[in-house]
């Protein structure tokens, strides 16, 4: 059991290195809501609504509890690295499995954890400059992952909208047609929900910095 209660990576990734098996537990769940974005686009690109993003991610945190003394690294970023690569070996097998191939495919492993960290610099790098200033931004923080928190906290249209305009690379009439919209309501969705993310973006900013909301 931890001494202190810690709430942010950088606290609990020495806890968790140490043995702390709760601080591991709490680390881990920090970065539930981006694991999730990143293995909802994989689904929707390979596996065509073949398998649940949140039972993925689950495996993924099993498989860190079971393996987290062979992670070498230091910081946030080589960590959520570690759990890409893990979650991309899942997605890998679900590939096989659907594909009826047999045997581990390290070459597909390597295409998917290069895609997803493609899809991670496009939240870090693309999204993130449309919707936050670096005022809004958390020293030592992986913005990817606070952005893929702030998504969360949006209403289901606005996010949709997002996701399938930036990360999926849909075209306004495409976003339309899977949401059942107009192009034209799709637009103005879509620019609301980009406001809409400037703001929890910069709550979220707030509140893990400790700076008063």
């Known amino acids: 059991m931890s001494s202190i209660s810690p709430s942010k990576p950088i606290e609990l990734l020495p806890l968790a290195k140490a043995g702390d098996g709760a601080a591991l537990g709490e680390l881990l769940a920090c970065y539930r809501r ?65 594909l009826g191939t047999k045997g581990r495919d390290v070459r597909l492993e390597r295409a998917l954890a290069l895609e997803m960290d493609e899809t991670s610099c496009v939240l870090d790098q693309g999204l993130i400059a449309s919707v936050s200033s670096p005022s809004h931004q958390v020293a030592r923080r992986e913005t990817a992952v606070l952005l893929a928190n702030a998504l969360d906290r949006l209403p289901v249209d606005y996010r949709e909208a997002i996701v399938l305009r930036h990360l999926e690379g849909l075209s306004f009439a495409e976003v339309a047609s899977r949401m059942g919209r107009s192009v034209d309501s799709v637009e103005k969705l879509w620019v609301r929900a980009l406001g809409k993310l400037r703001q929890a973006m910069s709550e979220h900013a707030a509140g893990e910095s400790g700076e008063p909301q």
């Open 34 to 98: 981006y694991l999730s974005l990143l293995a909802r686009l994989q689904i929707s690109r390979r596996l065509q609504g073949k398998a649940d993003a949140s039972d993925l991610v689950q495996e993924t945190f099993l498989q860190a509890h079971r393996h987290f003394g062979q992670f070498r690294g230091a910081s946030e970023g080589e960590l959520i690295g570690w759990l890409r690569g893990i979650l991309a070996a899942l997605i890998a097998n679900h590939v096989r499995h659907y």
